[in-house]
């Protein structure tokens, strides 16, 4: 099974909702010969898309892969490809994808250019240091603008992108490209569904622009090497296409530069020459260096190198159920390789699992496989125990790759099952939701008895709610969305906690002593120090002072929200040699978390998000009137091709039920997208009719 891995290519597609990845992979499937007719997403017959809720939406929910061939310089090249979902709530997919990919296809669309989530999707590329590729995709469409959109990567992104083509026209006269590296100019033709397309000759209005780009592009190529600088010099026609090529591939395996492509995906344009630049730019497994991890029996640093030879490791990036064979588990191979039937060790778990089955995935169809060995992307069935970000690895040498963090969920909805009957299969249904999804939480209140889920926005717990109902046969009702609140303390403040309890026989006895502050600036979470001098305490009694900290921050003193971040540093305290024991330092250091947060001010603090409108130019007044009633904070405007940009942080709490109202009074003419960006102090006026809200909620439960 072995083969050259310098031929392998694992690529995910990732862009802004509706720039068309999906469209995009659709033809790829068709024209390296994977699918015999092309699927299309408005007719919900495409293949990356197959669940339901996917094809009724025309939306891609969660991230599919699938793997092709295609023959580039008469050599085959293996291209494992990941399709990610375009919309904020599904960002977790693109996240989860990216940590185990090599390169990326980058897709914009030609007259929307760079959106919020093209911002999202490129900085995630950015923190896992994935090479990509652009893609400026509906050429044809009424106002398309390849160079407006290159000049957007460049100051919206931060990009280098470097044109390897020029659309021959635009809009509807897109017929082609010129290819810059060759400079020969190809056009599709439209009655074999663009499975044909032929040489032309540079057409004559493009002749300049194609010259001054494509000296640009072999000038930057030179003077990657002295020797070819010197030719350059000499003659700028004399560098070879294989030198251009080369020099380009090794600047956008190093990051330095994105080549930028062009077509029309949806009109068959473009896309063979998309697939060329697949396998001459994006880097293979031997391209990448060696995988870091930490061996747990001596938490010393190793590499794993992507290599049959070295022992098996991989990372598992997504956790899906299957209702016929149970949980699937998809992986990406860095090392070594693993057999059917074969015994790996869970390196995060500790656990020894059985792989009972390897296959291939193809959308939601599975392809079995004997064998599978590094560089390659798979999945498994058969375990009885793992999570997203879990290591597989060989039980005689083990190591744990660096796992992925997940942002937080910033929506709830409290739920109850309909019928007596559904109480068992809600919470076996939601537990396997849960393990499917990092960005899922489910939250029993232990005061009202209430489950409560959590997601990244209202259509991410719409579409769970659906699958709650299609997939497992639960119907519930559903309470209306809350927000996700943290709370936070203002003040530091020092405080005693003397925790006594006796009931005859062996009492219970602790004293500690604290100051309590807000935390260090980008510390998240509890930031414990313990400054206990002269042996004021045991060691396992600080430990137990600790742990009963981090158990107490989860359920903050004003409504029982999470508290985000708090520094709490141990000075003093004294202990009883009978009557003491670590649950009772445990027990103290809770009941004191909450005097001392009452003590140092907490408030509340509220999820602020990124909202992007763009509507026609007549209705910015009402646009910015409702803003500004929903707490927003208007940060940009800008105008573009009749239409307006808006750009605003605006309070999460406000938003619910707005892509409605924004409908209503634009007449359907606007659009908007949704996305996180931080955390912000409640205003009081606010923070007092929350509090009041919640407060009555609990009384009436």
């Known amino acids: 099974m072995s083969r050259d891995l310098t031929h392998t290519r694992n690529i995910g597609i990732m862009a802004h909702i509706d720039a068309g990845k999906t469209t995009t992979t659709e033809r790829i499937l068709y024209y390296t010969g994977v699918n015999r007719r092309i699927g299309e997403v408005d007719d919900g017959a495409a293949t990356m898309d197959w669940m339901i809720q996917e094809q009724e939406r025309g939306i891609t929910i969660t991230a599919a892969a699938t793997s092709c061939f295609w023959d580039y310089h008469n050599i085959q090249n293996k291209i494992n490809i990941i399709d990610t979902p375009g919309h904020v709530d599904f960002t977790v997919e693109v996240e989860r994808s ?183 730019y994006l880097p293979s497994p031997m391209d990448i260096e060696a995988v870091k991890g930490t061996n747990p029996r001596n938490e010393k640093e190793e590499l794993r190198h992507p290599d049959v030879n070295d022992p098996f490791s991989a990372l598992a990036f997504k956790i899906a159920t299957d209702p016929y064979v149970g949980k699937i588990a998809f992986f990406r191979v860095y090392s070594g390789s693993m057999k059917a039937g074969s015994t790996v060790l869970n390196a995060t778990t500790g656990k020894r699992e059985r792989i009972a089955r390897i296959v291939q995935m193809h959308a939601n169809k599975q392809i079995p496989l004997e064998e599978i060995e590094a560089g390659d992307i798979g999945a498994a069935v058969g375990f009885k125990e793992i999570r997203t970000g879990d290591t597989l690895c060989e039980e005689k040498h083990p190591i744990v790759l660096e796992s992925m963090t997940f942002p937080e969920p910033v929506i709830g909805v409290a739920i109850e099952p309909r019928t007596q009957a559904d109480i068992d299969r809600l919470s076996i249904a939601l537990h396997k939701l849960a393990e499917e999804d990092p960005t899922f939480r489910v939250v029993v209140d232990e005061e009202t008895g209430q489950t409560v889920i959590s997601g990244m926005g209202e259509l991410h717990l719409e579409i769970l709610m659906d699958r709650l109902k299609r997939e497992f ?210 205003p009081r006026n606010v923070m007092e009719e929350v509090l009041y809200r919640l407060r009555g909620m609990i009384m009436n439960f």
């Open 98 to 280: 990216l940590r185990v990919l090599d390169g990326a296809i980058a897709i914009f669309c030609a007259v929307a250019g760079v959106q919020p989530q093209s911002e999202t999707v490129w900085r995630q590329a950015n923190k896992y240091h994935v090479p990509r590729i652009c893609y400026i995709n509906k050429m044809d469409r009424p106002g398309a603008d390849f160079f407006s959109v290159i000049q957007q990567i460049k100051t919206r992104l931060g990009g280098n992108p470097v044109p390897i083509q020029i659309p021959i026209g635009s809009e509807e006269t897109f017929q082609g490209i010129v290819d810059l590296v060759s400079n020969k100019a190809y056009i599709w033709d439209d009655d074999s569904q663009g499975m044909k397309f032929e040489e032309i000759p540079v057409p004559e209005d493009l002749k300049e622009t194609v010259k001054e780009y494509r000296l640009k592009l072999i000038e930057g190529a030179a003077e990657e090497r002295d020797y070819l600088l010197e030719k350059f010099l000499n003659n700028a026609d004399s560098l070879t296409e294989d030198e251009v090529i080369a020099e380009l591939r090794k600047a956008t395996i190093e990051m330095r530069i994105t080549p930028v492509l062009c077509g029309s995906s949806f009109k068959n344009k473009g896309v063979q020459s998309l697939l060329d630049a697949i396998a001459a």
């Open 473 to 682: 046969n639960v119907e519930c009702n559903e309470g209306k969305p809350q927000v996700a609140y943290k709370e936070a303390i203002t003040e530091t403040v020092t405080h005693r906690e003397i925790y006594k309890k006796q009931t005859g026989g062996k009492g219970k006895f602790a004293d500690i002593e604290f100051i309590i502050s807000p935390a260090d600036e980008g510390k998240k979470g509890l930031q414990f120090i313990d400054e206990i001098k002269g042996g004021a305490l045991p060691k396992e009694y600080i430990a137990a002072v600790e742990k009963g900290f981090k158990a107490a921050i989860s359920n903050g003193p004003l409504a029982g929200f999470p508290v985000e971040s708090v520094k709490i540093r141990l000075i003093d305290g004294s202990f009883h040699a009978v009557d003491s024991d670590a649950f009772s330092f445990e027990i103290a250091s809770r009941l004191a978390f909450r005097d001392a947060c009452k003590k140092s001010k907490s408030v509340l603090l509220e999820p602020i998000m990124k909202l992007e409108v763009v509507t026609p130019e007549e209705y910015l007044g009402d646009v910015l009137s409702d803003l500004n009633r929903r707490r927003g904070n208007t940060e940009n405007v800008t105008s573009k091709s009749g239409l307006v940009i808006i750009k605003e942080k605006v309070p999460l709490a406000e938003m619910f039920g707005y892509v409605t109202d924004l409908r209503t009074f634009t007449s359907g003419r606007a659009t908007s997208t949704l996305e996180f960006s931080h955390y912000e102090e409640t």
